[in-house]
T-cell receptor, first 114, second 109 residues
């Protein structure tokens, strides 16, 4: 593993189903993030974690939950998927929040909810 | 509200120079970032500005004016591989990034 690994790469899901997107980083970064990217819109923050054991809500948290049991893993769960959650989901990490701390992104998970 | 504006799409010729503008209105300012995103791929970091002025990094330069809420990304000697979307993002008062919708740059031979 080098950087951030997301799984699955792509998934088609029936509405109402539960889905967990996995994210693992090997850079020992403190902060991790989940974004969604939709055509014509900027990346929107769903949830974030400043350090293991803590999480926070971003701009569009409804319908999503996260956990941060350890430094490396930050799964995103859709409890009951709806078609409006069709999107490309990016996990990212950074060494900290302030200054020039750069986000490193995973390759993305394309989710289609029918 | 908080807002990041950048053009939706730009077209330029291989070998030429292009300037991509970004204007922002945010509550607080803790730095401005430019990222490059090729189609179907993850965004990758290009540049960071926190003080006014120009930051140069090879063929790419980024400028910031905090008083005007304005930045631009300058790409010189354009290559076909520069065809991508360019994302402007501002770190606001809560230290989270606010993202523009991105500028799709099309390079023609």
């Amino acid at each position: 593993i080098a950087g951030i690994t997301q799984a699955p790469t792509s998934q088609i899901l029936a509405a109402g189903r539960r889905m967990t997107l996995r994210c693992t980083q090997d850079m020992r970064h403190n902060a991790m993030y989940w974004y969604r990217q939709d055509l014509g819109l900027g990346l929107r923050l769903i949830h974030y974690s400043n350090t293991a054991g803590t999480t926070g809500k971003g701009e569009v948290p409804d319908g999503y939950s996260v956990s941060r049991a350890n430094t490396d893993d930050f799964p995103l769960t859709l409890a009951s998927a709806v078609p409006s959650q069709t999107s490309v989901y990016f996990c990212a990490s950074s060494d900290g929040l302030s200054g020039a701390n750069v986000l490193t992104f995973g390759a993305g998970s394309r989710l289609t909810v029918l | 509200g908080q807002n990041i504006d950048q053009p939706t799409e730009m077209t330029a010729t291989e070998g030429a120079i292009v300037q991509i503008n970004c204007t922002y209105q945010t509550s607080g300012f803790n730095g401005l970032f430019w990222y490059q995103q090729h189609a179907g791929e993850a965004p990758t970091f290009l540049s960071y500005n926190v003080l006014d002025g120009l930051e140069e990094k090879g063929r790419f330069s980024s400028f910031l004016s905090r008083s005007k809420g304005y930045s631009y990304l300058l790409l010189k000697e354009l290559q076909m591989k520069d065809s991508a979307s360019y994302l402007c993002a501002v770190r606001g008062s809560n230290y989270q990034l606010i993202w523009g919708a991105g500028t799709k740059l099309i390079i023609k031979p």
